[in-house]
């Protein structure tokens, strides 16, 4: 099968809107449990917790947002390449192991790979679970504004919107590049020189033309006071509640708590 | 201090890094696609922000560029080397800020500088929090260093500087020759611009 040169498929998932209460919360809520269930999985030192906490505190929360298959089938994708890699390095070649649990020619399955790959995708997985339970179920507006509205920058949601709204404009620009350089000859199935060689093709005028625009936006952004030094009104409200609060301040207290209990138990 | 950071972030650095941002995914996805090796080339924006308007608002460039990169491609276990990203873009605007981009022998040798930082900041990285793997080809190389003795941590560190000095090196070129393609006067117009016109 020919290598296809320009036409990488992009699949976003972001923000998968639902009529859940997970979706109600607060921004910050949501992104201080998300923090401290990653941080917990993390510092364990048991090795079952990460898994356990997958199992019985992700997914039932990723059911409760309605998103389970959605947290599902991406925790998966994200995961998989980990599980073939770590289990054939780390189970053929930890260094230090010792236990054999059966040998190919020259190569050996050890006992403490495998737990330490088994130790290592019970983290992946809360990482990866937590993460997209946070990124489906809030919307990066609502994350930012509440960021901004906690004393971050207005630049700061400034560039991470503009960004997430300019990707798909610029692939489409990309294919377009790429389209028209096919036209006049550029070879994009080829061996893996020419191929770099194409690559230089593409990305030259892909990069040039973004910086080009560079220089109107910062002139449309200044002739509508972007950078007027008051305080902005935001068109998006966001709830937040006592109890939410509370909520985040008892996950900060429990997390610390862990830590120290950790520490302790060194 | 303040006022400092404060005039490296205009308006139009604003501007550059969201584009710039873009930029490093778009071409570092399609590399990725396209060549299949370990080299990402998931940095030339981090490195045109970091040379036109200072190591802060590169570093930024870089961190932001793999919480965005998480986020958009649903893969949050890209999103703790936004730590290495912040260092590339810091080093990237320091090394500009001593002049290497007026000149393609020393452009080089800031890549390879910034390949062995970026190498040396991912290691732990992917050591601790991912067992030494990432799920690609350049595992093969850390099963390589730690049959010959090497523990994990090494073994990761060596995969790092057998890719990241190159990577570095060809982002450093490409985004050399993109800076003298762009004309002074629109080079004139981003805070640290003395770092790429010749006088």
């Not at chain 1, 999985?41 to 997958?54: I, K």
């Not at chain 1, 998103?67 to 770590?86: E, K, M, N, Q, Y």
């Not at chain 1, 429990?254 to 830590?259: E, H, N, Q, Y």
């Amino acid at each position: 099968m020919p290598v296809t040169l320009f036409a990488p498929k992009l699949s976003y998932a972001f923000f998968l809107p639902r009529t859940s209460p997970l979706h109600k919360f607060h921004p910050l809520t949501k992104l201080v449990a998300a923090l401290c269930i990653v941080l917990i999985g993390f510092l364990a030192s048991w090795p079952h917790l990460p898994l356990l906490l997958f199992v019985f505190l992700i997914l039932p929360l990723a059911a409760w947002g309605q998103l389970f298959r959605d947290v599902g089938r991406a925790t998966l994708t994200v995961i998989l390449p980990f599980v073939l890699s770590i289990s054939l390095v780390q189970g053929f070649f930890y260094p230090g192991a010792t236990h054999v649990i059966f040998s190919i020619g020259p190569f050996a399955l050890k006992e403490e790979g495998l737990l330490f790959a088994y130790r290592t995708l019970g983290k992946i997985s809360v990482l990866a679970g937590a993460g997209l339970l946070l990124m489906f179920s809030t919307h990066p507006a609502d994350l930012m504004l509440a960021l901004v509205q906690r004393g971050f920058p207005n630049a700061l949601a400034y560039i991470v919107m503009t960004a997430i709204q300019l990707l798909p404009h610029m692939q489409a620009k990309a294919t377009a590049i790429a389209n028209a350089q096919r036209a006049r000859g550029l070879e994009t199935d080829a061996n893996f020189w020419r191929r770099s060689r194409a690559l230089l093709a593409l990305v030259g005028p892909l990069v040039f033309s973004a910086l080009i625009d560079v220089n109107e936006r910062a002139l449309a952004l200044e002739a509508r006071a972007f950078s007027a030094p008051c305080s902005k009104t935001s068109l998006k409200e966001l709830h937040d509640s006592r109890g939410q609060v509370l909520a985040r301040w008892a996950m900060l207290i429990l997390l610390m708590v862990f830590i120290a209990w950790q520490i302790w138990e060194l | 201090m303040m006022e400092k950071i404060k005039s490296d972030f205009t308006t139009i650095t604003l501007v550059l890094i969201s584009v710039a941002i873009v930029i490093n995914i778009v071409v570092g996805n399609i590399v990725q696609v396209v060549l299949k090796l370990p080299i990402y080339i998931d940095s030339i924006g981090t490195v045109l922000v970091a040379v036109l308007a200072g190591p802060l608002p590169g570093a930024v460039t870089g961190a932001l560029s793999n919480l965005i990169w998480g986020i958009l491609f649903a893969n949050p276990t890209i999103m703790p080397f936004a730590v290495t990203a912040f260092c590339i873009g810091l080093v990237t605007g320091w090394l500009a800020s001593r002049q290497i981009f007026k000149n393609i022998l020393w452009t080089m040798v800031g890549g390879i500088v910034t390949g062995v930082v970026a190498a040396t900041v991912s290691a732990p990285i992917a050591a601790y929090l991912f067992g030494g793997v990432t799920g690609s080809g350049t595992d093969a190389l850390v099963a390589f260093f730690q049959v010959t003795g090497a523990n994990i941590l090494q073994a990761t560190l060596g995969q790092g500087l057998v890719s990241d000095p190159l990577d570095k090196t060809i982002t450093f070129i490409v985004a050399g020759f993109i800076l003298r393609g762009m004309s002074q006067r629109y080079l004139s117009r981003f805070p640290r611009a003395s770092n790429v016109i010749r006088s």
